[in-house]
């Protein structure tokens, strides 16, 4: 920056202060766990939102468990532990889209002019959500998790295992949510994040390997699934939950969550900045 | 950004430097010199210069769409600046816009508070979002719950506020950190005259101990009762700035107000009116007076023995200076506000 020309007589009279030139990293953690107790608080006053993450894996447990458990594997138990990594990966997916969809709600809303009106980080009104919404996506994995054990699914990775599943599958919901508030910065309502999102949200988790076997589909099919990285999530979660091995598939799904955050997180923050 | 940080430390010294001092009259809070907004072809904002003065109050005066909320916002950081350019206590407005922030405080048109949070837990939220401790964020808080009269309200979500509640609330949340220049748009639109006076107290509490205030206003009244100089903006330009006093002057001496004992009379006294005064006169908004601005304060005999001789009845007549509706209309060719058919119907 060449030397700009900076007023020197300025500065406030009502109280003495100094004026810092950006926000440091501390200030930003702050300012994000901030806005993350405002999510939390708008979540547990708004128990409704929470439907996606809870009412919704319990429905699609049982009902692909019942529906497709015989087609696919003989029976509903021997289907559990190909259904259940699957089903997580799907309700978290299914709980990102509401990232976006309440970005574009809020950022209707008076509030959001005065978070940009104030000194603060420029990432931190859309972080600190992402933050409260971790525990969304661990609720909708903890809550498909006891339905497939109360219909008989016996993780064989055991509790670490388990944990390790779900913990990942809190990473893929952090990662790929940034795609949907990448749309709820761009598009023009919440009813458009909506329609937008769904485009995205179901072949990504749909022409994936999470309810059928892969070699069960046509071959341009299996290349599809094969890219998409939320197969390696759950051939990842499988790994995990049902055998307890750290595999090569889990460092290709945290790649995968890795490569589409850092994609997304910038092209959210630009788009959110220059809002109008 | 980074290497601003030197340039904003030497500023901000020097800055205390000037307070030790004693701080020079006419520090400039607002300089802004060719603002210009874009929508489209279409000049919200048209090539404004501005300059506040730190501890005044300066009102921006215009209708509806006239461009004042896009001015304020481009001034606020809100909106990116399409040309010209503007400083806030010398800090540049387009790049050095984290600055600014820490230096204003910003109440909108519409309440920029959070509707699931409480009043208590709103200004919680963002004095820590300003870097007060968790402690400090809930005394001020409470501080300006009390202040502002909404201590009983303060444990109630903001959605079961009213309209004057909400507005003393997020002016209150723009207070936090005293902010030395504190921008209101419209901030008494929508208010009931009780909480309108409230709000202009407040305002002018707010200068007295030492804030500069920008703000905007389609009530000729207001501008006129609250703000040190007006800026007259239509159509995204600027078209006359001064104090009241000086925007009067600047449209003849005096304005000759007559009202008419039968309504039906008008037409034909602002007629007469208009022909012996060659200027266009005001049709009252409940339509049985006028008012029209005289070159010459002896024009008024005038028109008033032309009414008698005319038989044109009259209820009370005054000659008075003229007030800022009959500036604005001098002005810009046009009346502030919507009954402008009537006014021209009427005109001969």
């Not at chain 2, 449209?251 to 034909?268: F, N, P, W």
């Given at each position: 920056m060449t030397a700009s020309v900076i007023n020197p007589t300025a500065i406030a009279r009502p109280v003495a202060r100094t004026v810092k030139a950006s926000v440091s990293i501390r200030d930003a953690l702050s300012q994000i766990t901030t806005l993350a107790w405002r999510a939390l608080i708008k979540m547990s006053r708004n128990p409704e939102q929470l439907v996606d993450v809870t009412f919704m894996p319990i429905l699609f447990t049982v009902m692909f468990g019942l529906m497709f458990g015989g087609a696919v594997s003989g029976s509903t138990a021997h289907y559990l532990p190909t259904l259940i990594p699957g089903i997580i990966a799907m309700t978290t997916i299914t709980a990102c889209v509401a990232a976006g969809i309440q970005l574009r709600e809020d950022m209707d809303k008076g509030v959001f002019d005065r978070f940009r009106s104030?000194?603060?980080?420029?990432?931190a009104p859309l972080a600190g959500p992402m933050m409260a919404d971790l525990a969304r996506y661990a609720i909708a994995a903890f809550v498909a998790l006891t339905v497939g054990i109360i219909m008989g699914y016996r993780p064989g990775g055991g509790v670490l295992g388990v944990l390790a599943g779900v913990v990942l599958a809190v990473i893929t919901g952090w990662s790929i949510a940034w795609i949907f508030l990448w749309i709820g910065t761009r598009a023009r309502s919440a009813g458009a994040v909506q329609g937008m999102s769904m485009m995205i949200m179901f072949p990504l988790a749909f022409l994936s390997n999470a309810f059928v076997?892969?070699?069960?589909?046509?071959g341009w099919l299996q290349v599809v699934t094969r890219v998409n990285p939320v197969s390696h999530v759950i051939s990842a979660l499988r790994d995990l939950m049902n055998d307890g091995a750290l595999t090569a598939q889990v460092g290709w799904a945290l790649l995968g969550c890795a490569t589409v955050a850092a994609i997304f997180i910038p092209l959210a923050v630009r788009s959110y900045s220059r809002r109008v | 950004m980074k290497s601003g940080t030197p340039e904003a430390e030497r500023s901000s010294t020097s800055a205390e430097r000037a307070g030790r001092d004693g701080a020079p009259s006419g520090t400039m809070a607002v300089e802004a010199r060719g603002l210009t907004k874009l929508f489209g072809t279409n000049r919200a904002v048209d090539d404004i210069d501005l300059t506040v003065i730190e501890g005044e109050i300066f009102g921006v005066l215009g209708p509806n769409g006239a461009g004042k909320t896009t001015m304020l916002n481009m001034l606020a950081t809100l909106l990116p600046i399409d040309g010209g350019e503007a400083r806030i206590f010398g800090y540049d407005v387009a790049s050095q816009g984290h600055a600014v922030r820490q230096l204003i405080g910003v109440t909108g048109q519409?309440?920029?508070?959070?509707?699931?949070?409480t009043g208590r837990e709103n200004l919680w939220l963002f004095g820590r979002l300003q870097g007060l401790s968790s402690k400090k964020a809930r005394s001020i808080g409470d501080d300006l719950l009390a202040q502002f009269d909404l201590t009983e309200a303060a444990?109630?979500?903001?959605?079961?506020?009213?309209g004057g509640m909400r507005r003393r609330l997020d002016l209150a949340a723009s207070l936090i950190t005293r902010p030395a220049l504190i921008f209101l748009d419209e901030p008494t639109t929508g208010l009931d005259p009780r909480n309108r006076s409230q709000m202009w107290d407040t305002i002018r509490d707010l200068v007295a101990q030492g804030s500069t205030i920008m703000l905007t206003t389609q009530y000729l009244d207001e501008a006129d009762a609250l703000a040190g100089r007006i800026a007259v903006i239509d159509r995204g330009r600027k078209v006359a700035e001064g104090t009241p006093s000086q925007l009067k002057a600047q449209i003849g001496t005096s304005t000759l107000r007559v009202q008419m004992a039968e309504g039906a009379d008008t037409a034909k006294a602002v007629a007469l009116a208009a022909e012996l005064t060659s200027n266009t006169p005001i049709v009252s908004s409940i339509g049985s007076g006028f008012s029209v601005t005289l070159s010459d304060a002896n024009q008024a005999a005038d028109v008033l023995i032309a009414l008698r001789n005319h038989q044109l009845s009259i209820s009370n007549a005054t000659v008075e200076q003229p007030s800022l509706d009959e500036v604005f209309f001098a002005l810009t060719?046009?009346?502030?506000?919507?009954?402008i058919p009537e006014t021209e119907a009427s005109a001969p």
């Amino acid at each position: 920056m060449t030397a700009s020309v900076i007023n020197p007589t300025a500065i406030a009279r009502p109280v003495a202060r100094t004026v810092k030139a950006s926000v440091s990293i501390r200030d930003a953690l702050s300012q994000i766990t901030t806005l993350a107790w405002r999510a939390l608080i708008k979540m547990s006053r708004n128990p409704e939102q929470l439907v996606d993450v809870t009412f919704m894996p319990i429905l699609f447990t049982v009902m692909f468990g019942l529906m497709f458990g015989g087609a696919v594997s003989g029976s509903t138990a021997h289907y559990l532990p190909t259904l259940i990594p699957g089903i997580i990966a799907m309700t978290t997916i299914t709980a990102c889209v509401a990232a976006g969809i309440q970005l574009r709600e809020d950022m209707d809303k008076g509030v959001f002019d005065r978070f940009r009106s104030l000194p603060i980080a420029r990432i931190a009104p859309l972080a600190g959500p992402m933050m409260a919404d971790l525990a969304r996506y661990a609720i909708a994995a903890f809550v498909a998790l006891t339905v497939g054990i109360i219909m008989g699914y016996r993780p064989g990775g055991g509790v670490l295992g388990v944990l390790a599943g779900v913990v990942l599958a809190v990473i893929t919901g952090w990662s790929i949510a940034w795609i949907f508030l990448w749309i709820g910065t761009r598009a023009r309502s919440a009813g458009a994040v909506q329609g937008m999102s769904m485009m995205i949200m179901f072949p990504l988790a749909f022409l994936s390997n999470a309810f059928v076997p892969v070699d069960s589909l046509p071959g341009w099919l299996q290349v599809v699934t094969r890219v998409n990285p939320v197969s390696h999530v759950i051939s990842a979660l499988r790994d995990l939950m049902n055998d307890g091995a750290l595999t090569a598939q889990v460092g290709w799904a945290l790649l995968g969550c890795a490569t589409v955050a850092a994609i997304f997180i910038p092209l959210a923050v630009r788009s959110y900045s220059r809002r109008v | 950004m980074k290497s601003g940080t030197p340039e904003a430390e030497r500023s901000s010294t020097s800055a205390e430097r000037a307070g030790r001092d004693g701080a020079p009259s006419g520090t400039m809070a607002v300089e802004a010199r060719g603002l210009t907004k874009l929508f489209g072809t279409n000049r919200a904002v048209d090539d404004i210069d501005l300059t506040v003065i730190e501890g005044e109050i300066f009102g921006v005066l215009g209708p509806n769409g006239a461009g004042k909320t896009t001015m304020l916002n481009m001034l606020a950081t809100l909106l990116p600046i399409d040309g010209g350019e503007a400083r806030i206590f010398g800090y540049d407005v387009a790049s050095q816009g984290h600055a600014v922030r820490q230096l204003i405080g910003v109440t909108g048109q519409f309440a920029s508070v959070d509707e699931n949070l409480t009043g208590r837990e709103n200004l919680w939220l963002f004095g820590r979002l300003q870097g007060l401790s968790s402690k400090k964020a809930r005394s001020i808080g409470d501080d300006l719950l009390a202040q502002f009269d909404l201590t009983e309200a303060a444990h109630r979500p903001i959605s079961q506020f009213s309209g004057g509640m909400r507005r003393r609330l997020d002016l209150a949340a723009s207070l936090i950190t005293r902010p030395a220049l504190i921008f209101l748009d419209e901030p008494t639109t929508g208010l009931d005259p009780r909480n309108r006076s409230q709000m202009w107290d407040t305002i002018r509490d707010l200068v007295a101990q030492g804030s500069t205030i920008m703000l905007t206003t389609q009530y000729l009244d207001e501008a006129d009762a609250l703000a040190g100089r007006i800026a007259v903006i239509d159509r995204g330009r600027k078209v006359a700035e001064g104090t009241p006093s000086q925007l009067k002057a600047q449209i003849g001496t005096s304005t000759l107000r007559v009202q008419m004992a039968e309504g039906a009379d008008t037409a034909k006294a602002v007629a007469l009116a208009a022909e012996l005064t060659s200027n266009t006169p005001i049709v009252s908004s409940i339509g049985s007076g006028f008012s029209v601005t005289l070159s010459d304060a002896n024009q008024a005999a005038d028109v008033l023995i032309a009414l008698r001789n005319h038989q044109l009845s009259i209820s009370n007549a005054t000659v008075e200076q003229p007030s800022l509706d009959e500036v604005f209309f001098a002005l810009t060719g046009h009346a502030s506000e919507m009954p402008i058919p009537e006014t021209e119907a009427s005109a001969p």
